[in-house]
């Protein structure tokens, strides 16, 4: 029944505006706007909702967005010249460097927050 759809995912933010500004001004993504939401434009043709929720927002647990990369030190150090800080998880099964990179088995990977709180990432490719 839902299988012709072309489905899309979505997260909430405090402040669109300031999501905008993030995901398009330091991630480099092109973003769209209607009726106060935004959609993220992926480099992969998928879409992604980010709609605003206000002072009841609650920043997602868990990753909410995935940037594959080639080379994760690369893109670490990219976003960390944009001012982008990493999240660091020592003493965890998710340990990460001194880069905020983990490196304990399967993919490199290194998590980041957008301003509203929610986590995303750059893993490898």
Request: charged letters at 20%.
């Given at each position: 029944?839902l299988?012709?759809?072309?489905?899309?995912?979505?997260?909430?933010?405090?402040?669109?505006?300031?999501?905008?500004?993030?995901?398009?001004?330091?991630?480099?993504?092109?973003?769209?706007?209607a009726?106060?939401?935004?959609?993220?434009?992926?480099?992969?043709?998928?879409?992604?909702?980010?709609y605003?929720?206000?002072?009841?927002?609650?920043p997602?647990?868990?990753?909410?967005?995935?940037?594959?990369?080639?080379?994760?030190?690369?893109?670490?150090?990219g976003?960390?010249?944009?001012?982008?800080?990493?999240?660091?998880?020592?003493g965890?099964?998710?340990?990460t460097?001194?880069?905020?990179?983990?490196?304990?088995?399967?993919?490199?990977?290194?998590?980041?927050?957008?301003?509203?709180?929610?986590?995303?990432?750059?893993?490898?490719?």
């Open positions: 029944m299988g012709e759809t072309q489905a899309f995912s979505g997260f909430s933010v405090d402040d669109a505006a300031t999501a905008r500004e993030f995901y398009e001004g330091v991630l480099g993504l092109v973003v769209s706007e009726d106060g939401m935004l959609t993220l434009h992926l480099g992969s043709g998928s879409n992604v909702l980010v605003p929720k206000g002072p009841g927002h609650q997602a647990t868990y990753t909410v967005l995935n940037f594959p990369v080639p080379d994760v030190a690369a893109a670490v150090d976003l960390l010249e944009r001012g982008v800080a990493f999240e660091h998880y020592a965890t099964p998710m340990e460097d001194e880069k905020g990179i983990f490196r304990g088995g399967g993919p490199l990977i290194a998590w980041f927050k957008d301003p509203a709180g929610n986590v995303l990432s750059v893993v490898a490719a």
